[in-house]
C-alpha cells in the first residue's frame, strides 16, 4: 500500500524513538488500538518518513543522543502537514518534560510509563482538542 493511501478512520502516527524495545511496545500498543503507525530508531531520516507517510501524530522521544527530540521536533515541523500534532516522551519527571514541550513549542508531552489503551486513549484526545 503506498504510504499516502490511508486506511479509512485510522490516525496515523509516526514514532521516533532510539530505545528498539520501547519502539516495538508502542508499535503493538497503538497498532492494537487501531492507529497505524510507522516507526524509525533513527532520528536523522524521521523528517522523510514524516513527509512520506503523512502522519496526524508523530511521538517523538526527548533522550536520543544522536538527535535528541526537543531539537528534532524543529525539524520536523517544518516537513509535517499542518494538522499533525507533535508530541515529546520520555521517562522523565513530569515537570522537566512539561516545562521541555512547552519551550519547544510541542502539542503535548506524554511520559513513557503508560499503561495498556492509555496511550491510545491521550492520542485520541490530543487530535479531538485540535481538530
Do not use: C, Y
Amino acid at each position: 500500500m503506498p504510504e499516502a493511501q490511508r486506511r479509512p478512520g485510522a490516525t496515523r502516527v509516526v514514532v521516533v524513538d532510539d530505545d528498539l524495545h520501547q519502539l516495538r511496545l508502542i508499535e503493538r500498543t497503538l497498532e492494537a488500538e487501531g492507529f497505524e503507525v510507522r516507526s524509525t530508531a533513527e532520528p536523522i531520516g524521521a523528517s522523510n518518513l514524516v513527509r512520506a507517510f503523512q502522519p496526524d501524530i508523530v511521538l517523538l522521544d526527548v533522550n536520543i543522543p544522536a538527535l535528541p527530540g526537543d531539537r528534532l521536533l524543529g525539524l520536523i515541523r517544518k516537513v509535517a502537514p499542518a494538522h499533525t500534532r507533535l508530541v515529546l516522551h520520555s521517562s522523565t519527571d513530569q515537570e522537566s518534560l512539561r516545562e521541555r514541550a512547552r519551550k519547544v513549542g510541542a502539542d503535548a508531552w506524554i511520559q513513557k510509563n503508560f499503561e495498556g489503551g492509555e496511550l491510545a486513549s491521550r492520542l485520541r484526545r490530543l487530535l479531538s482538542q485540535h481538530p
